[in-house]
Each structure stands twice: as structure tokens, then as C-alpha cells.
């Protein structure tokens, strides 16, 4: 396997098994300088939303590459969803990144009420040839089980949060049974668990970092990480895990360290209901 290695969605596109992540990332110059960065590298999976407000930035730094070299992916706003304002949402990022297509479009959050319309639109989208994929994120079982009810195309990515302190098994295997592939976004639990005793060990057995055995027990398990930094040297180090192997040992060890804990506090800026769907 390599940076440039793919796995196939439900619906044969060939997506990259690992990415760069923008969230974060200042529009303008600031994200451009990262894509590129990542690029130049051997990166070819970018992930972005419209809710990140750098798409712009993000078709800046596409500049100059072939598009079917690169694997592109933007989201719906939890506001803009419904069956009308998806499309025109999808429209609206399509302009921003100044692409004809992306290779893989989904709805950001589960939003109460909107399931249906919204699914319905990302099958319109899908058929048009705007989105070469689609799928969701934040979406537990019951939301894939409440998708399953209207919708004739399957999602074929779910986009959840997933590091060590939150590995997500139960979700993983329920997708993986589904056919839906798993990325990984916060892939490195935004860089607060790096200093993990049990990881330094086995970074330290390997002559790796931390970030890169964490990035290699994704890869492992299966799961696309999408990584965000905007340092080249870090951008660079963590695409270099295609050189190592973790053992089953090390990674049960990993494994074992799972608190089922968010380290991103959504509650901040998110109201949820009971079963974690969006109210907005
Ligand atoms: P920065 O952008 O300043 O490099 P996640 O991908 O889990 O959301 O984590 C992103 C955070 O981790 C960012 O704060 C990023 O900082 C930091 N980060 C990314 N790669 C590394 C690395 N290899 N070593 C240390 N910190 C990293």
C-alpha cells in the first residue's frame, strides 16, 4: 500500500485510503499554500465543507493539477438542507472550488426533520454527474437505518469522528456490513493525544512519531484518515506511514486505549436531540 493506494466504493469509484483535512485551515493563501503543500507530497485526497468557508482557497491551490488526479470532497451545511437547497448548496460549493464535479459529496450532520429531502437531493446530485459519490457524516446506526428507509441510492462513505480515545468499533463494523467505507475526520484527536505514554512506545519502537502510528493504526483498521496541519513538515511526516507495519500486539494496545471520548466538544456549537440528529 501507498499514498496513492485506493479502496472501492459501493459504487466502484476508487477513493485514496488516506487525505489532507482543511477544517480549520484560513481561506486564501493560508489553505491554498496547505493544499498545494499536500499535494506536492503525493496527497491526492482533499477534504473540505462548505461550512469551513476556504472552498475558494481550496480550488486555489487545485490550480495546475489534472483533475482526475486529485479526489475532491466538500459537504452540505446542516443549514442548507432540504431538498431545494441541498442542490443549490452543492451548486454554490461546486462554483467556489471553480470545479465541474467533486468526487465525493456529504451531508455534514444528521439534521432532524431534513433526512429524507436531503438524501433525495444527494441522489439528484448524484445522477447529475456533479458528485462522482455521495455520503454522510456524523451519521450513527439509527440515522443509517432512518436513511435506509427512503433512500434508493446507499451512502457510500459515513464520515465520523475517529482516534484512539474514540475508535468507534460497533460503527465501524455496522458500516463495513453496509458496504459504506469510513473516514476518519480529527484522525489524531486535534493533536491532544499525541503525548499518550503507550503510543510514544510504539512510536519510539519504530522510530516513527506518535502522529505517524496513529495515522498507521487508521490505515490499519481499514478507516481513510484525513489529517489536518498547515506546517509542510508536518503535512509531510504525516504521509509517511506506508514504510511501517504496527503488529497485532501494538495494535490491540491502541485499540485498548478507547474511552469512547469526543475530544471535539459539539455541544459548543451544536444542539442535538436525543438521538444525536441536529436541531437546528
Ligand atoms: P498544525 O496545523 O499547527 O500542524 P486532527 O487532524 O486530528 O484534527 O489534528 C490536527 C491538529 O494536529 C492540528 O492542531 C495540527 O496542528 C496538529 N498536527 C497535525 N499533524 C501533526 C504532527 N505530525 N505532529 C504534531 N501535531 C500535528
Redesign the pocket.
Known amino acids: 500500500m501507498n499514498i496513492k493506494s485506493t479502496f472501492t466504493l459501493s459504487n466502484g469509484v476508487k477513493m485514496p485510503v488516506f487525505g489532507f483535512?482543511v477544517?480549520q485551515i484560513r481561506n486564501g493563501s493560508e489553505v491554498a499554500n496547505a493544499v498545494k503543500e499536500a499535494l506536492e507530497v503525493g496527497y491526492t485526497l482533499i477534504d473540505t465543507a462548505a461550512a469551513y468557508e476556504n472552498e475558494e482557497g481550496v480550488g486555489e491551490g487545485l490550480k495546475g493539477i489534472q483533475r482526475e488526479d486529485v479526489f475532491v470532497t466538500t459537504k452540505v451545511w446542516n443549514s442548507e438542507q432540504g431538498y431545494d437547497t441541498t442542490l443549490k448548496a452543492c451548486e454554490s460549493s461546486l462554483k467556489k472550488l471553480d470545479l465541474a464535479y467533486v468526487d465525493l459529496y456529504l451531508v455534514h450532520w444528521p439534521v432532524a426533520g431534513k433526512l429524507a429531502d436531503t438524501w433525495r437531493a444527494m441522489e439528484k446530485i448524484y445522477e447529475r454527474g456533479l458528485a462522482r459519490a455521495v455520503g454522510v457524516s456524523n451519521f450513527n446506526e439509527y440515522h443509517l437505518n432512518e436513511l435506509k428507509k427512503s433512500a434508493k441510492i446507499k451512502p457510500m462513505v459515513n464520515q465520523i469522528e475517529i482516534?484512539p480515545l474514540l475508535s468507534q468499533q460497533p460503527l465501524r463494523e455496522f458500516c463495513a456490513n453496509e458496504g459504506i467505507v469510513v473516514e476518519a475526520?480529527?484522525?489524531?484527536?486535534?493533536?491532544k493525544i499525541?503525548n499518550t505514554p503507550q503510543i510514544a512506545s510504539i512510536a519510539k519502537k519504530h522510530a516513527k512519531?506518535a502522529?505517524q502510528v496513529i495515522l498507521r493504526w487508521h490505515l490499519q483498521n481499514g478507516v481513510i484518515a484525513?489529517?489536518?496541519?498547515?506546517?509542510a513538515e508536518?503535512i509531510k511526516?504525516?504521509a509517511a506511514i506506508f514504510d511501517f507495519e504496527l503488529s497485532a500486539e501494538e495494535m490491540g494496545a491502541i485499540n485498548a486505549l478507547n474511552k469512547d471520548k469526543e475530544i471535539i466538544n459539539k455541544a459548543a456549537f451544536l444542539k442535538f436531540d436525543e438521538n444525536r440528529s441536529i436541531i437546528i
Not at 475526520?185 to 493533536?191: C, E
Not at 484525513?226 to 506546517?231: A, G, L, M
Open positions: 483535512g477544517w482516534h475526520y480529527s484522525p489524531l484527536g486535534r493533536a499525541l512519531s502522529a484525513i489529517p489536518k496541519s498547515t506546517h508536518r511526516e504525516n
